[in-house]
């Protein structure tokens, strides 16, 4: 604790130097390091509290870490699954935003041959192109 330590060594100075507490220079002097010390001690007091209530708000971050697993779990594991075994069963799997609620579809290629797909939150009929989808597909691979 660096500033306590500071006062402290400023505490040994004054009685080091013999500091004449009974002069004016000295009774204000004297004043200003009690006060010095009680400042010090009310910091580390706080930086304390603080640590604490970080420690705190930790937990706190956990504890909605898991329960954020809890509640959007199920679709997640799902898709992981699929993502998985996509690459063997060579069955792609896509995913766009619903224009409408904003909520994120998957589906795979047997959809994406129809080119539209119902949003499963607000039944909104998703179209999309298929040539666009071909096109940064062949970008990314593009060999010379
Ligand atoms: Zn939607």
Redo the contacts with the bound molecule.
């Keep these: 604790m660096e500033i306590t330590e500071r006062v402290a060594y400023l505490k040994g100075l004054a009685e080091g130097l013999c500091l004449d507490t009974e002069s004016k220079e000295g009774k204000i002097i004297a004043t200003m390091i009690d006060i010095l010390d009680d400042v010090a001690l009310e910091l580390q007091d706080h930086q304390n509290q603080i640590i604490e209530i970080s420690d705190g708000l930790d937990a706190v971050s956990d504890d909605l870490e898991d329960v954020e697993d809890i509640v959007y779990d199920e679709d997640d594991e799902d898709y992981d699954e699929e993502d998985e075994e996509g690459d063997d069963d060579s069955e792609d799997c896509y995913a766009t935003t ?1 224009p ?2 904003e ?1 994120t579809v998957y589906f795979d290629e047997s959809i994406l041959e129809d080119g539209e797909v119902i ?1 499963p ?2 039944g ?1 009929k998703l179209e999309f192109d298929l040539s666009g989808l071909e096109e940064n597909g062949s970008d990314d691979d593009e060999k010379e």
């Design positions: 619903c409408t609620c909520e949003c939150n607000c909104e």
